[in-house]
């Protein structure tokens, strides 16, 4: 098989960068760090297949990839690709769907459970030496067995999230999205204890909303002021999806009018998070680094998923997991 040029845009692991090196010519170069842009630069110019994640590919820089095939990303969300740019190039792209399920769904959990119980804030106390008393009713949290989940999304992740929640504590599970699911053949377990209704009924009904949501033309902004006051008064928000569906400056104003209890959030607008941003510091949020599929077993398991889908699709074959790229009809 003849022998093409990958460029390999975020560090991969050992084993997967070898597999790609016994094929094919590799060069490795992190776009973020300056001193190795121009060496991205030249390598993106020749590339005919290019694997990584976390890096914006827009119009501009897939026109400078003349020879480009395929874009394999390490990560299930292809928000950070122009899909009409590779649409019209014939460019497939693959992603890693399915592997990341359940970490990011534990991820989720223990973020949920961290901001109704106040586990980081509450550690924070013993670890400054504050804990000198039995903590007063000012510092209890809020159970989270039995209440109402709201879940905005879903898909593969939603569900597992459900699954947490409806089988591990008693939840009732409410969820929206744009088609139902038919629980019988694809989450049986479910059946009887999520429901698909309107957005409307599940903000009022909910006392827990997680954003479980791809970013999108339809999903981007969709969590804005209107959505937080159509939530039940003191309701938590999680958001686990992309930070741009959410309006952060309407989050924001939802806490601090009181209309939200508190918020975890383990993605944002822009990461990482700037210094600045009032997100950062808020009393009543629990910020996360983009963590949700952070294991060594999980991020091992995307990278090789995305090492087949690259080395597959530039031997001519279907990839084991092809994002498709044209518009909607
Ligand atoms: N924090 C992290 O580290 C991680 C974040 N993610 C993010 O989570 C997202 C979801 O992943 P996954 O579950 O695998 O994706 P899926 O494609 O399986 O699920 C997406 C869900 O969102 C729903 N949805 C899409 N558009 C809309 C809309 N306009 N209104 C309402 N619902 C909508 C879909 O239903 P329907 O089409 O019927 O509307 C579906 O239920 C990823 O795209 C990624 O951005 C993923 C992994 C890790
Ligand atoms: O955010 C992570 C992803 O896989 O998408």
């Avoid at 989270?144 to 939603?158: N, W």
Wanted: charged letters at 20%.
């Amino acid at each position: 098989m003849t022998r093409k040029k990958i460029l390999v845009f975020r560090e991969l692991p050992p084993d997967q960068l070898a597999r790609l090196q016994a094929a094919h010519d590799v060069t490795v170069a992190d776009p973020r760090q300056p001193a190795q842009r121009p060496l991205f630069d030249a390598a993106l110019a020749k590339a005919h297949g290019v694997i990584g994640s976390s890096f914006r590919f827009d119009a501009a820089l897939i026109q400078h990839a003349q020879h480009l095939e395929v874009v394999s990303s390490i990560s299930v969300g292809v928000d950070n690709y122009d899909l009409g740019a590779l649409h019209a190039r014939g460019i497939v792209l693959c992603h890693t769907p399915g592997v990341l399920d359940e970490t990011v769904a534990d991820t989720v959990f223990a973020l949920l459970m961290a901001t109704c119980r106040r586990v980081v804030e509450l550690s924070q106390l013993v670890r400054e030496g504050h804990w000198t008393r039995n903590i007063g009713e000012d510092l209890f949290g809020t159970d989270v067995h039995g209440k109402t989940l709201g879940l905005l999304g879903f898909g593969r992740i939603g569900q597992a999230i459900a699954r947490r929640a409806a089988l591990g504590f008693g939840m009732p599970v409410l969820y929206h999205a744009r088609h139902a699911v038919d629980l019988a053949s694809q989450a049986p377990e479910l059946q009887g204890k999520a429901e698909h209704t309107p957005l409307a009924t599940l903000l009022a009904r909910s006392d827990i909303v997680v954003a479980m949501l791809p970013l999108t033309h339809t999903t981007r902004g969709m969590v804005d002021a209107q959505l937080f006051s159509a939530m039940k008064p003191g309701a938590f928000f999680i958001n686990g999806g992309r930070g741009a569906t959410v309006v952060e400056a309407d989050l924001l104003a939802a806490l601090d009018h009181g209309q939200l209890c508190a918020a975890g959030l383990d993605v944002f607008t822009t990461e990482p998070l700037p210094l600045a941003s009032p997100l950062r510091t808020h009393p009543r949020v629990t910020p996360l680094p983009h963590i949700g599929s952070a294991t060594h077993d999980t991020r091992h398991a995307m990278a090789a998923l995305a090492t087949r889908n690259l080395l597959q699709a530039l031997a001519g074959e279907r990839p084991e997991a092809a994002y498709p790229t044209a518009p909607a009809t």
